[in-house]
Every structure is written in structure tokens, then in C-alpha cells.
């Protein structure tokens, strides 16, 4: 393993792992249509383990394997893996879910990770360009922003392939396709739950953590969760980023509670930010999911305990385990064929029992 680092003006790409996979062909050939194709060789992980079946009869709580199908053998090629950075225990398992799922594929990974800025994940890009990687893929820090790089990777004739994040563009074809969530549905979910849970309350006073400033999950969750609690009872009395890290979601709880002596219901945007409030709330002298009431996205490890333990209310899940199926697209991008234009992740919703009997097999 050895390490990179590329450098944007003052800004430094801080931690930039080279996985040699497959040894050490750095000068691989930008021109994919040379290589050989990618041929399904290896039966890695067949199962993204914590995707749950959503489909029509599917009981929420319970998760389902999701086939992957095989990986593909990729050692002929090499993947530039923009990621966002390490700000959430969701991060930390999607990357670990890439990383696994690259070496499964045999696949030479060049894995920066951007620090949450985006001028570092740019930076990124240009450095796969420049090294001529055969595939690009990233998780894009915010959704605006990229046509100039994206436009670069596309007159390289370099594929790229867009996970967990969308981009906000009109350019056309500047990525193949994008693999991640639903993010509106993700908080039309989390709007769901507190329509059933406060039926019968005549006024609600709704705090909001939000994710990082201008990101697709951000403002798709806010957006979904609007779509639903629509009842003049239901006031979202603030709204603020934690900027998906947990520290953010306690600083925040801790001026939302400063600020207003009456709290109801806390949505936070994802679990790390959910367990800061947690924090916040336990030091002004209340409880968590009793006094105050807790909905959340993700369902990584430390948020599922937090919701069997009865501090969480709900939680809505969001699969960190994109790296199986990033593979398979990667292998049928590189061979040539046409690919959908978006993959949507299957995922299912917590309550506090199903959380308890979920926990002991979650992966992460
Ligand atoms: O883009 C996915 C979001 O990013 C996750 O919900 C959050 O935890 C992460 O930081």
C-alpha cells in the first residue's frame, strides 16, 4: 500500500490510499475499449447483507438479502474512488463495503477521500484523469458543481459512475449511472412515522439537524419529510446543519434546546448527528425518546443500539453496502454494455423491537 497525496492550493487530499489489488500497472490505457472485457469470474459476497426487501409484502424491520449477483473480475482495470470523507459511521461502512468489494474484483482502486470538501474531491478527479484510470467513481460532497471536471473525465473518455450521491446538472451523459438511495423517500418515510406516531397530539413542535449544507440527501430528506407532515399541527420550529457528524448534531441540539423550551420531536438526517442530539438533550436533564422524541436515517450499528435502547424512536434505514453492485457496474460498464441510468438501493424502517431483533445479525 502506498500513499498519495494530491494537493488544490491550500487544500490537501489528507489521506489518499493506493490499494494494489492486482499489482502495479499504474499507466493503464484510457481507452476502455482495448482492454478485455470483464468476465464474472469470482463468487464474492452474492448478498448485500443489510439491504432489506422493500417490495410490495416485505415487513419493514426484517432484512433481506439483496442478490449482487457475482463480482466480476476487474484485475485488468484500474477504479479512481473519489469518497466524501469519514464524517458519519455510515461513511466509514460504505467505504469499507468499496474497499472490500474492489479487492473481491481483483480491481486496481486509487481510494481518495476528500475530507467533506469539494474542492479536494475535484482535485481527486483530475488526478485519475491525469493517471488515466479506466473507470471513475464518486460520492459527490454536494450536488452542484461538477459539469467542468465531469466534462474533462468525459472528453478523457473515461466512464464515470456516480454512488450514494446525485449531481444537481443539465450537461447530459456526463456520468453512466447512479448507484445509491432515495433520499426523498428516505424522509417521506421518517414523514410517515411521525404522521402514525403523533396521531392523536394537536400540536407538535418539530426540530430539524440536517446533513451537510447543499448535499443530495440533505435536501432530499428535507424535501420528502415535507412532502408528508403537512398538517398545520406539525411546526418545524427550527432547522439547522450538523453536517452529518455527531459533534454538529450535539452543538446544534444544544442551541435548539438553548432556544426553545418546548421540543416535541427531533429529525435528524442521519444517525451520528441523531446520537449528538442524544447527548445534548440527556445534559439539559431529559430523556431521549421519551420527552423528546427522536426520528433518524441510516440504521448503522451505534444508531440501531441507540433505538433498542429506547433514545431512538424510529429509523429509517440507508444502505452503506453499495460496493458489491458498484463492481458489477463497473464490470458491465467496461465491457461495453448498457447499463440503467439509475440503481436504487433497496431499504427498509426501524422500530424499537425490530431494532432489538435486528442488531444481532447487522453488519454494520
Ligand atoms: O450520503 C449518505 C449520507 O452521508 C448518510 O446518510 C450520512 O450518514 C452520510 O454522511
Given at each position: 500500500m502506498s500513499i498519495k497525496t494530491s494537493t488544490a492550493g491550500a487544500i490537501t487530499v489528507a489521506l489518499a490510499l493506493i490499494l494494489t489489488a492486482c499489482g502495479?500497472?499504474?499507466?493503464?490505457?484510457?481507452?476502455?475499449?482495448?482492454?478485455p472485457a470483464a468476465t464474472t469470474v469470482a463468487a464474492a459476497p452474492t448478498t448485500v447483507a443489510?439491504?432489506?426487501?422493500?417490495?410490495?409484502?416485505s415487513t419493514p424491520g426484517s432484512t433481506a438479502a439483496t442478490p449482487a449477483g457475482d463480482i466480476p473480475d476487474l484485475s485488468a482495470y484500474t477504479i479512481g474512488f473519489a469518497q466524501v470523507g469519514a464524517e458519519s459511521g455510515w461513511r466509514t461502512a460504505n467505504t469499507k463495503s468499496i474497499q472490500s468489494s474492489a479487492d473481491a474484483a481483483g480491481v486496481k482502486l486509487v481510494f481518495t477521500d476528500a475530507q467533506g470538501k469539494q474542492e479536494a474531491q475535484v482535485e481527486s478527479i483530475r488526478g485519475f484523469i491525469e493517471q488515466k484510470v479506466d473507470l471513475i467513481a464518486f460520492s459527490p460532497v454536494v450536488e452542484t458543481g461538477w459539469d467542468a471536471v465531469l466534462g474533462e473525465a468525459k472528453a478523457a473518455g473515461i466512464p464515470v459512475i456516480l454512488t450514494d450521491r446525485a449531481i444537481d446538472s443539465?450537461?447530459?451523459?456526463?456520468?453512466k449511472t447512479f448507484l445509491g438511495s432515495d433520499f426523498v423517500l428516505e424522509g417521506e418515510k421518517a414523514g410517515d412515522w411521525v404522521n402514525t406516531e403523533f396521531a392523536d397530539a394537536d400540536s407538535v413542535k418539530i426540530v430539524e439537524i440536517q446533513g451537510?449544507?447543499?448535499s443530495a440527501p440533505a435536501l432530499d430528506r428535507a424535501e420528502g419529510f415535507r412532502n408528508k407532515v403537512t398538517d398545520p399541527k406539525f411546526d418545524i420550529i427550527a432547522s439547522q446543519t450538523g453536517d452529518f457528524t455527531r459533534e454538529g448534531g450535539k452543538k446544534v441540539m444544544e442551541a435548539f434546546l438553548q432556544a426553545n423550551p418546548?421540543?416535541?420531536?427531533v429529525y435528524a438526517h442521519n444517525d451520528d448527528m441523531g446520537l449528538g442530539a442524544i447527548e445534548a438533550i440527556e445534559a439539559a436533564g431529559l430523556v431521549p425518546g421519551k420527552d423528546i422524541k427522536i426520528v433518524t436515517v441510516d440504521a448503522v450499528h451505534d444508531g440501531m443500539q441507540a433505538l433498542a435502547d429506547g433514545k431512538i424512536n424510529f429509523i429509517v434505514e440507508c444502505s452503506p453496502l453499495l460496493g458489491p453492485q458498484l463492481m458489477q457496474l463497473a464490470g458491465d460498464v467496461l465491457s461495453g454494455k448498457t447499463v440503467p441510468t439509475r440503481v436504487v438501493t433497496e431499504e427498509t424502517t426501524f422500530d424499537q423491537e425490530q431494532a432489538k431483533a435486528a442488531l444481532p445479525d447487522r453488519q454494520y
Open positions: 502495479s500497472d499504474a499507466d493503464k490505457a484510457a481507452d476502455t475499449t482495448a482492454k443489510g439491504a432489506a426487501d422493500t417490495t410490495p409484502g443539465q450537461e447530459p451523459d456526463l456520468y451537510t449544507t447543499g418546548e421540543i416535541d420531536l
